[in-house]
């Protein structure tokens, strides 16, 4: 046991100490005021304890004012063992082998008590080493396994109860309590296997489903024309006379006319020739009087008038319809169409459905083939119609108050309806 401090010197307050005449027994306590070196003194105590040079060797001693500050050097005495030195921050030796230190101070509560005012586990561990004493210490270390097993085997069963609720299983302890399949292991794991491939086939067909629902259908890429209303109208404009100006003033000046010997010149005189009228009729020779002023305001009517306003009119119509198409033909985007449709039949890779594409995609280039010869035919048919149109409408505008001969669009509309 240590039976006496031989020195202390160059640690906190202890400059150069010596204690040979203090003899210790089983149980000492040190006791003085404040500042006065019991916690220096119990931190050399636990530095030979527990062998760590540590505790201490920051505590060097500050010299007094004009002093050198001696070496930290510490000599502890025991019976029948060497003497203990603390030198060049080491023990040398340390503790006596078969001798032990136990140190009761404010450190040794913090360690084992509460550090502060928190008491942890640390705490707890260590207190209760030190009530049940060396010969517990077995047994504790035992319930200290036991209960880390225990631990373990709480994380076990939470991991596995999270895993079960995964698979949809919310009451763990119904399910541990339930009745054990009959199956064999093997068993359940080829069928679990077959609902996994069944899932995943299921899973393709829907994403199949859904890729399908996405994707654009084929545009149609044939051309509707109609060219009823524009040929009726063309061949409308084209029939129209001069008799059809005014009605009312036409029966008047055409009784007038039945009595003429010489009506070539009538129509064109008609129509151009009332400011020349003086008081007798150009044709017949009676006199403009009485009733005869009846027949000069039909002729105004019919002719300067009514006559004036057809031949503008018609003339603008005829003008109109020049600059009208019959039909438009844009290949380009027929062809773009296409290409866009060849391009949505290449976006089916499914395997259940590629060799109907690999069927369906000449089907569609022959389609495509037969309408792009219609539409050739077609756009021949009234590539030859268009001159004949053009010269017939610009016929009408020369002389607007005589028919024309209306076009035969017949040969067109049957390419139409080819094509639709």
């Not at 086939?201 to 829907?206: C, K, P, R």
């Not at 209303?229 to 055409?254: F, G, P, R, Y």
Request: charged share 25%; with cysteine.
């Amino acid at each position: 046991m240590l039976r006496r401090i031989r020195k202390i010197e160059g640690i906190g307050s202890y400059h150069s100490a010596r204690a040979g005449n203090t003899q210790f027994s089983d149980v000492n306590i040190i006791y003085g005021e404040n500042r006065n070196g019991k916690s220096t003194l119990c931190d050399i105590f636990y530095s030979l304890a527990s062998n760590n040079p540590e505790l201490i060797k920051d505590r060097k001693a500050i010299p007094r004012q004009g002093a050198v500050a001696n070496a930290m050097k510490v000599e502890f005495q025991f019976d029948n063992a060497p003497i203990s030195v603390f030198a060049d921050e080491t023990w040398a030796p340390g503790l006596p082998a078969d001798c032990e230190l136990h140190i009761f101070d404010h450190n040794f509560i913090h360690r084992n008590v509460m550090s502060g005012t928190v008491n942890n586990r640390e705490n707890s561990e260590n207190i209760s080493n030190f009530i049940l004493g060396e010969e517990n210490t077995e047994r504790f270390e035992a319930l200290r396994a036991e209960k880390e097993a225990l631990a373990n085997i709480n994380v076990s069963l939470r991991t596995a109860k999270a895993a079960l609720e995964v698979c949809g299983i919310t009451d763990v302890a119904t399910f541990v309590a339930s009745e054990l399949p009959t199956e064999s292991i093997e068993e359940l794991n080829i069928a679990i296997a077959a609902s996994i491939a069944e899932q995943e086939s299921l899973t393709v067909q829907i994403s199949s489903v859904t890729q399908s629902k996405a994707r654009k259908n084929l545009k149609d890429i044939s051309t509707t024309f109609d060219i009823t209303a524009t040929s009726d109208e063309i061949n409308e404009c084209l029939a129209t006379s001069m008799e059809e100006a005014h009605t009312d003033a036409k029966v008047l000046v055409q009784a007038h006319m039945e009595h003429l010997k010489e009506q070539n010149g009538f129509k064109g005189w008609a129509s151009s020739g009332l400011t020349h009228l003086d008081e007798n009729c150009p044709f017949c020779g009676q006199e403009l009087q009485g009733d005869s002023l009846e027949l000069i305001e039909s002729y105004k009517v019919a002719f300067n008038e009514a006559f004036s306003n057809f031949l503008k009119e018609t003339k603008a119509s005829a003008t109109q319809l020049l600059t009208k198409q019959l039909i438009t033909i844009d290949e380009q985007a027929i062809n773009r169409i296409h290409e866009e449709n060849k391009g949505i039949l290449e976006l089916y890779p499914e395997q259940s459905v590629t060799e109907q594409i690999g069927e369906l995609i000449p089907l569609v280039e022959d389609m495509y083939d037969v309408v792009k010869g219609s539409i050739e035919q077609l756009s021949k048919k009234h590539n030859e119609l268009k001159p004949q149109v053009f010269e017939l409408l610009n016929v009408k505008i020369e002389t607007a108050y005589d028919p024309v001969e209306v076009i035969d669009f017949s040969p067109l509309q049957s390419a139409i309806v080819v094509v639709q």
